[in-house]
């Protein structure tokens, strides 16, 4: 009976309408104040946007006119005559009387093998530049970092207020995570959304196969840069260092300091369901890869830990008196 009146005493009833208020207070975007960071960031992907748009019109994901090496020959012609290979092996062991004799449904077989073939390259060139190159190394923790730098301001006058109510420190850091997650993923997912219109079919089949996995990954930047945001004077200039210099540097080096790295285990991730689906993964150019249970594990426990670390430092921290 104490254990119950304990629980559901005004007093607590209180605190969780208050912090229910301040979820909706952050959600609703009234801490929202002009970033340059954040219009920086949708220029930014406008551009990228227009320019795949263009790149698909000119249709130059398909490798088919693509040349492996100076003066070489194209990947269509490769595939060409491997196809062919394989077609004239099957009929002239079936017919050895001479493939005339073939049905014609075997040649247009072939014909099909040969277009699902090209399409798979196509899509593997197509992730390799915009999903792996600038959507995961740079727009993705781009938009996130400047979307809250935007929604939460620990020198704005209403942070102020709030940090003068009787409320957990932790209760707010917490809030605060909640109430900007969205907003992170309607602009990240927006961003990828518009890609896939830009796309072409290319860029559809990468929409519906990559988000469910990198919206993983957008949980784990956001805990990043929110822990980031709270304890550094300067968030933005830690957070671009985070990611220009460390992703870059550690995602780039041979060995197992990689496995720190977020984007390596969001693009292994990605390589493990694009090879499920069959394509030549090949043409990602990933030397090393993280399985699929390591990948999941290390993005799942970075975004708890570094939330529930971020949420009891910070009610360490704003126990000091503010002047």
């Not at 005004?10 to 969780?16: I, K």
């Not at 942070?159 to 605060?176: D, H, K, M, T």
């Amino acid at each position: 009976m104490l254990k119950y009146k304990y629980f559901h005493s005004p007093e607590h009833g209180r605190m969780l309408s208050s912090l229910c208020y301040l979820i909706w207070f952050i959600l609703a975007g009234q801490l929202r104040r002009n970033s340059l960071t954040l219009w920086v960031s949708l220029v930014l992907s406008g551009m990228v946007v227009l320019w795949v748009s263009i790149e698909t019109q000119r249709e130059r994901w398909d490798l088919r006119h693509r040349r492996v090496s100076r003066g070489g020959p194209t990947y269509g012609q490769i595939m060409d005559r491997e196809i062919m290979e394989q077609a004239y092996f099957v009929l002239s062991s079936a017919f050895p009387f001479g493939t005339a004799c073939a049905p014609s449904f075997l040649i247009a077989t072939s014909t099909v093998r040969h277009n699902s073939v090209q399409s798979q390259w196509g899509f593997m060139y197509y992730s390799y530049w915009v999903i792996f190159n600038i959507y995961l190394a740079f727009l993705m923790p781009i938009l996130t970092l400047s979307c809250i730098n935007t929604l939460v301001d620990p020198e704005n006058d209403a942070w102020v207020w709030l940090w003068s109510r009787p409320l957990p420190r932790s209760g707010i850091y917490l809030a605060q995570w909640i109430g900007t997650l969205p907003w992170v993923f309607i602009l990240n997912i927006g961003t990828l959304a518009a890609l896939a219109i830009a796309g072409g079919s290319y860029g559809q089949k990468s929409f519906f196969l990559y988000t469910p996995f990198l919206a993983l990954g957008i949980l784990s930047f956001t805990s990043l840069f929110h822990f980031i945001h709270i304890f550094f004077h300067k968030p933005i200039v830690v957070g671009l260092v985070y990611v220009f210099f460390y992703e870059t540097l550690t995602g780039g080096l041979p060995g197992s300091i990689k496995l720190l790295s977020l984007t390596f285990h969001i693009r292994s991730l990605l390589y493990n369901v694009a090879q499920a689906d069959r394509n030549p993964v090949q043409l990602l150019l990933l030397s090393e890869v993280a399985s699929w249970e390591t990948a999941m594990s290390f993005l799942l426990s970075a975004t708890l830990i570094l939330t529930l670390l971020g949420a009891w430092l910070f009610g360490k921290y704003e126990r000091k008196e503010i002047t």
